[in-house]
């Protein structure tokens, strides 16, 4: 029987080479790899896909040049104010994970909005990880865990099933499926505690170059394998 993939996670990879193998500056391949988000979860929503999560931006890339990093916060800024109206008509819901502190206040608060006015759709789920880091992610869980059981007099010991409850991604299914582009074979740190037995697969052409039958080939290749989960 064919497995389907109900969490699928993708590390979007390769844009700034993308640009410079055609002699463009980096801002043009993040302009491309902007537009080719809502094209990959409208595949990934016609094939069943539940959760789409895609790493767009890790706390280590705030140490990029201030003109980079200044750019791709305009990007996202400007991609929440376009899509995130036409996504909710799609019945997409959208969530943001990461060190949302961080980002610039009215960034802050267009991400709340775009997610309130999504929160009750029932389609995709679709998460962007921005100023992310899977193991501070786990810290921030491992804080937020001591404090519930100060909170509801429980023990001070953490399990396993107490700190899931505090990751970003509480309530949703680890990833079956992660899927990097560009042809690193690295996650990055991208869901560190939750991808423990998600399938990887590694693509060798980069995010702008993606395509809907590299989504169907990455999706094949998972239905051939077969998942033990260490047993």
């Known amino acids: 029987m064919e497995k389907t993939v109900q969490h699928l996670g993708i590390i979007m ?15 043009e391949g993040h302009k491309k790899g902007a537009k080719k988000v809502k094209e990959v979860a409208r595949w ?24 980079e990093v200044s750019f791709l916060m ?3 800024d400007s991609y929440l104010a376009k899509e995130a109206g036409e996504l909710h008509k799609e019945g997409v819901k959208l ?26 759709n029932d389609g995709l789920i679709l998460i962007t990880a921005i100023s992310y880091s899977g193991r501070d992610e786990i810290v921030q869980a491992a804080n937020q865990a001591l ?8 023990p001070e010991i953490i399990t396993e099933d ?12 680890d990833p079956d499926l992660i899927i990097r ?18 399938e990887l697969y590694f693509a060798d052409k980069y995010w702008p170059d993606f395509s809907e039958e590299d989504l169907d080939e990455a999706l094949a ?4 394998r077969q998942r033990r989960f260490g047993k």
């Open 181 to 198: 582009t560009s042809g690193e074979m690295r996650t990055s740190g991208f869901l560190m505690w939750q991808a423990t037995y998600s």
């Open 13 to 27: 990879d390769g844009n700034r080479r993308w640009a410079k193998g055609r002699e463009l500056p980096s801002f």
């Open 221 to 224: 290749e998972y239905s051939r």
């Open 95 to 120: 969530r943001v994970i990461g060190q949302k502190e961080r980002l610039p206040i009215h960034m802050q608060k267009k991400i709340k909005e775009a997610e309130d006015l999504t929160r009750d």
């Open 44 to 67: 990934c929503a016609n094939r069943g896909v539940k959760v789409l999560t895609l790493y767009a931006f890790s706390a280590e890339n705030w140490d990029r040049s201030e003109g």
């Open 162 to 173: 107490l700190l899931s409850r505090c990751l970003y991604t509480a309530g949703l299914p």
């Open 74 to 76: 305009k990007l996202f």
């Open 147 to 154: 404090k519930l059981c100060l909170r509801e007099g429980l």
